[in-house]
């Protein structure tokens, strides 16, 4: 018997990288995986949390409990240390208007310019959250470490991708292919840790 799994995004890099990732960790043929396009009459949930964690687990439990499907979320972001840790859980709307990844990375380059290379060390994070139905509820997390360029280089991947540079890498995020990338992301920690739960919890 096929289960659907919703996947509480409407980003498609997002869907399509996850069902990569997931895929990858062994989820088989019998879990079909649809993003939240595929409802639109819901609408989407305001990340009020203060973690990455809070803000997963709200995704998946609105989405969760407006389909009755089990439900899969993540809230990822980039945390830079000379910043404190931000843009972190505001990665998403760093300039002020959600999901304009360029103006975001503009911003953020501004923010930075007269740091020093030994000094630009930050990390993608994310959580990953499974909701059921019923209520019960998983969460994992990953870390991608590595140090910030000055300017941005690569076509591939999206948001900050174009200047985070891993620690066991000389290329950016965005110049890896989707295998290399899934292989190290912090999206790919997560969910690979994760997708173990959600094959147990779907059976």
């Given at each position: 018997?096929?289960?659907?799994?919703?996947?509480?995004?409407r980003n498609a890099h997002k869907v399509t990288e996850l069902r990569?990732?997931?895929?990858?960790?062994?989820?088989?043929?019998?879990?079909?995986?649809?993003?939240?396009?595929?409802?639109?009459?819901?609408?989407?949930?305001?990340?009020?949390?203060?973690?990455?964690?809070?803000?997963?687990?709200?995704?998946?439990?609105?989405?969760?409990?407006?389909?009755?499907?089990?439900?899969?979320?993540?809230?990822?972001?980039?945390?830079?240390?000379?910043?404190?840790?931000?843009?972190?859980?505001?990665?998403?709307?760093?300039?002020?208007?959600?999901?304009?990844?360029?103006?975001?990375?503009?911003?953020?380059?501004?923010?930075?310019?007269?740091?020093?290379?030994?000094?630009?060390?930050?990390?993608?994070?994310?959580?990953?959250?499974?909701?059921?139905?019923?209520?019960?509820?998983?969460?994992?997390?990953?870390?991608?470490?590595?140090?910030?360029?000055?300017?941005?280089?690569?076509?591939?991947?999206?948001?900050?991708?174009?200047?985070?540079?891993?620690?066991?890498?000389?290329?950016?995020?965005?110049?890896?292919?989707?295998?290399?990338?899934?292989?190290?992301?912090?999206?790919?920690?997560?969910?690979?840790?994760?997708?173990?739960?959600?094959?147990?919890?779907?059976?």
């Amino acid at each position: 018997m096929t289960r659907r799994l919703v996947l509480a995004t409407r980003n498609a890099h997002k869907v399509t990288e996850l069902r990569a990732i997931l895929a990858e960790a062994g989820l088989g043929p019998d879990v079909e995986l649809v993003g939240a396009d595929a409802y639109p009459e819901i609408p989407d949930v305001k990340e009020t949390g203060t973690t990455f964690a809070e803000n997963a687990l709200l995704k998946a439990r609105a989405l969760a409990e407006a389909t009755g499907l089990p439900a899969v979320a993540d809230d990822s972001g980039l945390c830079v240390d000379v910043l404190g840790g931000a843009p972190g859980i505001f990665s998403a709307r760093w300039a002020g208007r959600h999901g304009d990844d360029q103006a975001n990375l503009d911003l953020l380059l501004a923010q930075l310019s007269d740091i020093d290379a030994p000094h630009r060390a930050a990390h993608f994070a994310c959580a990953a959250a499974l909701v059921l139905p019923d209520g019960t509820a998983r969460v994992t997390e990953g870390r991608l470490t590595g140090t910030l360029r000055h300017t941005p280089a690569g076509t591939g991947g999206f948001g900050y991708d174009p200047i985070l540079q891993p620690d066991t890498e000389t290329r950016t995020c965005a110049e890896l292919t989707p295998d290399e990338k899934n292989a190290i992301s912090h999206r790919g920690k997560a969910f690979r840790a994760l997708a173990p739960q959600i094959a147990e919890l779907l059976r």
